[in-house]
């Protein structure tokens, strides 16, 4: 069991406080960033027919003539029972609406990160051992003017791109659909994964192909190839190990990235995950369900940085001091 003195009681420590107070800012954010959205919540749902005393009392329903502070104090006191809230525009609470769309934000976020490390890994170590000591210099130049290419386009330029190659088909069969519907599931988060993958994989796969260079740089890799260990021994077991920590750290930083682009790419896919939801919520002036969606997906990109902070002290334990940086 971990004592005071033990370095996991100080990471624990530390990670906690740091987790905290980043649910705190978040909980400020996005409380405050709802009101900075043009138009009247109360306006938007009275219609056009209404009159002026029919909108206040539609505000005072709402709570939105209260002073701001105290609809913070409101706020802050459901989150701390678990209570996102009730929908303006639906009139359910927050937390149904974000149970129905969650599954699929989550599901493209993660499946897209399971590619990204699946194909950036070997493609990046691959490079690395083949562009080792300067040779093949084409190889080096064609992999970093290719990544470097695909990793600047935006998402939403590449989703568009592959919508109109391969969703619609260019005047051909379509591929796949280009649009999410229940009658191909499956098919229909393929483009959306590739959309979401590309830039990350290039990203990654830079970042192996350097550390790879580095560490066939190290003597103990010298010596081992000097021993002759078969090419699979020599990588797979010798070097990726020592890839891991910088893989794992760049992955958590990814994922959290991806949460959040993937929020663009729903849209072009018109997947019914939380980014459509957040959009639709604001064309609506749906405050509780921006609010909501925003702290869900804000905590859990939150605590899957804490993961990889702990799969990083179990594979490198120089992390628990905050002293991985200093190799």
């Known amino acids: 069991m971990p004592t005071a003195r033990s370095p996991w009681f100080r ?3 530390r990670r906690l406080a740091g987790l905290a107070a980043t649910l705190a800012t978040l909980v400020v954010v996005s409380f405050l960033i709802v009101q900075l959205i043009p138009g009247d919540p109360a306006v938007a749902l009275a219609g056009s027919d209404a009159t002026t005393a029919e909108i206040e009392q539609l505000r005072a329903r709402l709570g939105l003539d209260l002073p701001l502070w105290q609809q913070f ?66 190889m080096d130049a064609g992999f970093g003017a290719a990544t470097g290419l695909l990793d600047s386009l935006p998402g939403y330029v590449l989703a568009t791109l592959l919508v109109i190659l391969l969703g619609t088909g260019v005047g051909l069969l379509p591929a796949l659909p280009p649009a999410y519907t229940s009658r191909a599931p499956a098919a229909s988060f393929v483009l959306p994964v590739i959309a979401l993958s590309v830039g ?8 192996v192909r350097r550390e790879t260079a580095v560490v066939l740089g190290e003597d103990y890799i010298r010596t081992a190839r000097g021993w002759r260990l078969p090419a699979a021994t020599l990588y797979l077991r010798h070097m990726l190990p020592n890839l891991l920590t910088t893989t794992l750290t760049l992955s958590g930083l990814v994922l959290s990235g991806m949460l959040g682009g993937a929020l663009v790419i729903e849209s072009v896919f018109a997947l019914p995950g939380l980014g459509t939801g957040i ?33 990083l002290g179990i594979v490198d334990p120089r992390t628990l001091g905050g002293s991985h940086g200093s190799r």
Do not use: E, K, N
Not at 200 to 207: E, G, Q
């Open 279 to 311: 959009i639709q919520a604001i064309l609506d002036r749906d405050y509780p369900v921006i609010q909501g969606m925003v702290v869900v997906i804000g905590s859990i990109a939150a605590v899957i940085t804490v993961i990889v902070d702990v799969l």
């Open 200 to 207: 990350p994989i290039c990203t990654v796969a830079r970042v």
């Open 11 to 13: 990471f624990a420590a």
């Open 73 to 138: 104090g409101g706020y802050v006191g459901g989150l701390l029972t678990g209570d996102l809230g009730t929908s303006f525009r639906y009139g359910v609470p927050v937390a149904q609406l974000v149970a129905a769309r969650l599954p699929f934000t989550v599901t493209v976020s993660l499946v897209g990160i399971l590619v990204v490390l699946v194909v950036a890994v070997p493609l990046g170590m691959a490079v690395g051992v083949l562009t080792r000591g300067g040779r093949r210099r084409w």
